[in-house]
């Protein structure tokens, strides 16, 4: 497996409190992603990075914010959470490039009620 | 809009035969198309790269096609195993140094001893 270490690996939280979730990688790979995945759906994607400090919406940014201070760690932040952010959140990294595929971490499981 | 299509149904075949799994799309023009493995629990793990130029590529007891006028990929696994029951994501990427990956939801895949 790559070293992708997402944290925690399970969490249940109320509606309206803040929620981070953490991805550290040893890989020192210049990209970084965060997507969720839901039933019938696939993996969409919230937002990545393309360097320290630098980072991007994707397709499903509403309510959701990154940090990345360090090549190793990419944090999501649900400023305040709601049901339907109940999913299931997965961190990839990728060298990025042409033909470069992403690696992801084995997923956080968020609970909003 | 624009959409990538995986069999919601799941594939059940028998031991030692070969899975075809399709993934067809609409609205893009991929520059390459990649194929992942995610089992429950854990993240996708990536198989394969098709670039829109290649027609086929292979590795091991799999195999993937790839038809830019159709708008589509089969994904083929020969002389199926059990090991191989897994969930199989289709991805499209736009060579846009890996931030467009637009994954479809997946095709299960059940292998009977």
């Known amino acids: 497996d790559a070293g992708i270490t997402q944290s925690p690996r399970h969490k249940v939280t109320e509606t309206g409190t803040p929620v981070t979730l953490r991805c550290h990688q040893t890989?020192?790979?210049?990209?970084m992603y965060w997507y969720r995945q839901d039933p019938g759906h696939g993996l969409r994607l919230i937002h990545y990075s393309y360097g320290v400090k630098d980072t991007d919406k994707g397709e499903v940014s509403d309510g959701y914010s990154v940090s990345r201070s360090k090549t190793e760690d990419f944090l999501l932040t649900l400023e305040s959470a709601t049901s339907s952010q109940t999913s299931v959140y997965f961190c990839?990294?990728?060298?990025?490039?042409?033909?470069?595929?992403?690696?992801f971490g084995n997923g956080t499981r968020l609970t909003v009620t | 809009s624009q959409k990538i299509e995986q069999n919601s149904e799941a594939l059940n075949i028998q031991e030692g035969k070969t899975a075809t799994l399709t993934c067809n799309y609409t609205?893009?023009?991929?520059?390459?198309l990649q194929w992942y493995r995610q089992d429950p629990g854990r993240g996708p793990v990536f198989l394969l790269l098709?670039?829109?130029?290649?027609k086929e590529k292979r590795k091991e007891r799999l195999k993937v096609t790839f038809d830019t006028t159709l708008k589509q990929s089969l994904f083929h696994i020969t002389a199926s195993q059990p090991a191989d029951s897994a969930t199989y994501l289709c991805a499209l990427d736009m060579a846009t140094g890996g931030f467009k990956t637009i994954f479809g939801a997946g095709t299960r895949l059940f292998v009977k001893a």
């Open positions: 990839a990294i990728s060298e990025g490039g042409e033909n470069s595929p992403l690696h």
């Open positions: 609205n893009y023009s991929p520059a390459y």
């Open positions: 890989e020192n790979h210049r990209y």
């Open positions: 098709i670039r829109e130029n290649e």
